[in-house]
């Protein structure tokens, strides 16, 4: 397999598989997503996985464009970065899922909110295809920060 093909697969796999862990903790927890008081807005919780899934494919494809550039301080930076927030990403469903920690599990959010914007700097300025790939993750957190501090306040 040529290297270009395992890096891609790599990269893609990395987020893909973060997910997938993360899914795997807090099964079941959609069932007690919709039992909650949900504020305006909230979809349906078969939407979280679908768009989850296309958001983590993006990240890695932003990834493979930053991975395979020659190596430089800024490139470490910007592979650093994206990893802390992956890691950071990883235990807020467990935090806001399983502990029902909602107004922790919102820090939680606009800390990785933060750390993706660094991220999506970081890509941006190494290759600007990779750092529109993430505007899309950073939408969603939006998004998912006006469900969550909704949801502390309502529940």
């Not at 592979?79 to 990403?89: D, E, R, W």
Request: net charge positive.
């Amino acid at each position: 397999m040529k290297k270009r093909t395992k890096t891609l697969l790599t990269c893609l796999a990395v987020p893909l598989g973060v997910g997938a862990v993360s899914g795997f903790l807090t099964q079941g927890s959609m069932d007690a997503f919709e039992k909650l008081n949900q504020p305006p807005l909230a979809p349906p919780g078969w939407v979280f996985p679908v768009v989850w899934t296309g958001l983590f494919a993006m990240m890695g494809t932003a990834s493979y464009l930053i991975a395979r550039l020659p190596e430089s301080e800024e490139k470490k930076k910007a592979l650093t970065l994206y990893g802390i927030q992956l890691a950071v990403n990883f235990l807020w469903p467990v935090f806001f899922f399983n502990a029902g920690w909602y107004l922790f599990s919102f820090a939680w959010l606009l800390l990785l909110w933060y750390l993706v914007y660094l991220c999506t700097k970081a890509f941006y300025h190494l290759s600007e295809k990779a750092g529109y790939l993430m505007i899309p993750y950073l939408v969603w957190l939006t998004f998912a920060g006006y469900l969550n501090f909704a949801i502390f306040l309502l529940n």
